[in-house]
């Protein structure tokens, strides 16, 4: 099945469980951020849900990586992740999908 990586600290997380209850034989990883992006831009795993905010200058080399490599980071809803202009930058979570037509939550 699908590697889904995760963050050392998001499996919890309902975003994680209704990817987890899709693919019940996803393999998980526990690594930082910027190396799950990696490893999705590489192709060596498939979703990296993220469920706590972040800073946008947290993310966003990841999220123009992962985009140059063909696949997407979307917000909780589903729709595109947006970067507000406010103080802190907040973006709350995401989920970047390393091949968009296969995988999407349910």
Known sequence: GPSCRFSYWQ????????????????????????????????GLADAYPR??????????????????????VIAEDGSVLCYPVRPGWPVSGFLAIGDPRTLRPD
Not at 33 to 41: E, K, N, Q, V
Request: charged share 15%; proline share 9%.
């Open 51 to 72: 469920a706590t905010p972040s800073a946008a200058w947290d993310i966003a080399a990841g999220h123009a990586l992962e985009e140059g490599a063909g696949g997407a």
């Open 11 to 42: 499996p919890a997380h309902p975003l994680a469980q209704r990817l987890l209850r899709r693919f019940p034989d996803a393999a998980l990883s526990h690594l930082p951020g910027a190396l799950t992006f990696c490893r999705l831009a590489e």
